[in-house]
C-alpha cells in the first residue's frame, strides 16, 4: 500500500527491482547455462553438437546418365570378379585316325629301364672307324738330357777344347814384340800428385774504360766557392730594355 504523502513526494511500491536493495549486482548479471549450443557457459566443458539438417533438393538440371546405363554386378572397383563356372556344351568332333593298339607295344624291352640287371657284354666285330691310328715309340724324340741346352733338366757346367792360339805359345817370336822405346812416356802428375805450376806472360793491359779522363792539370783548385762562404760581388751587365713587360703572376 502507498503511504501519506511526504511533500510532493508519495511512497509507494517499486515497480521493479532497486539496484540499492541487493548487496550484489543482482539480476542484471544472468548465468550462463551448460546445455545447447548456442549461450554456453564458457567455464564449463562442452559436449559435441550434432545438427540434422534437412535433405538437399535435387538440382534442376543434373550431369549423371541416371538408369540409362545398366553396370553389371560382377564390376567392381578393383576389376571384373567372376565365380569359377564350368560350360556346358557339346563334344567337340574328333577326327579319326590310326593309332597304334596295346599289341603294337614291346614291355619286355622296359624292364631293363625299370629293374636291375647284371651288367652284360656284347659280341660283335670292331668298326672300321675304331682302329687306332696312334703313331709308334720310334716316332718320338726325347729332348737330351746332357749340354748346356737342356729342356727341363739343371744343366751340368760344361767346358770346351779349342787349339791353342798363336800368342803365347812356344812357338811365338818374342822379337817382333815392342820394345820400351815404342811406348809413349806417361807424365809423373797422371797418376800422383800434380805440384802447382808458374806462368810468366807479358803484363795485362789496364781495363775498363778507354776513353780519354781528365788531368789534374784540368781542375781549377781556386775556386772554392762551391763548398765554403762567399762575400758578395756585383757584375756590369747590360741595361734591360724599358719597354720589357714585367713579369705578372696570377694571384693565389
Known amino acids: ?102 599289341s603294337d607295344y614291346a614291355t619286355e624291352k622296359a624292364n631293363r629301364q625299370v629293374f636291375k640287371r647284371p651288367p652284360e657284354q656284347p659280341m660283335a666285330f670292331r668298326h672300321k672307324e675304331a682302329q687306332s691310328q696312334t703313331p709308334g715309340p720310334g716316332t718320338y724324340t726325347l729332348p737330351r738330357l746332357v749340354g748346356p741346352n737342356t729342356t727341363y733338366t739343371t744343366a751340368s757346367p760344361c767346358y770346351s777344347m779349342v787349339g791353342k792360339g798363336k800368342r803365347g805359345g812356344f812357338a811365338e817370336d818374342l822379337a817382333r814384340t815392342p820394345g820400351p822405346a815404342a811406348f809413349p812416356k806417361v807424365e809423373v802428375d797422371v797418376y800422383k800428385t800434380k805440384s802447382p805450376t808458374y806462368t810468366m806472360a807479358s803484363k795485362a793491359g789496364v781495363g775498363g774504360d778507354r776513353t780519354v779522363k781528365p788531368g789534374p792539370a784540368d781542375y781549377r783548385v781556386g775556386r772554392v766557392t762551391l763548398i765554403k762562404p762567399e762575400a758578395p760581388a756585383s757584375t756590369f751587365g747590360l741595361r734591360h730594355s724599358l719597354y720589357t713587360a714585367p713579369l705578372i703572376l696570377p694571384p693565389v
Open 1 to 102: 500500500m502507498d503511504g501519506p504523502w511526504v511533500g510532493t513526494w508519495r511512497p509507494h511500491r517499486p515497480r521493479g527491482p532497486v539496484l540499492a536493495q541487493f548487496t550484489s549486482p543482482g539480476p542484471k548479471y544472468a548465468v550462463l547455462g551448460t546445455t545447447g549450443h548456442l549461450a554456453h557457459n564458457p567455464t564449463k566443458t562442452k559436449a559435441p553438437a550434432y545438427s540434422i539438417p534437412l535433405a538437399k533438393l535435387p538440382p534442376a538440371t543434373s550431369c549423371s546418365p541416371g538408369p540409362r546405363y545398366f553396370v553389371p554386378p560382377e564390376i567392381t572397383r578393383n576389376g571384373k570378379y567372376v565365380s569359377p563356372a564350368q560350360h556346358i556344351r557339346g563334344l567337340p568332333r574328333i577326327k579319326t585316325e590310326i593309332t597304334p593298339g596295346p
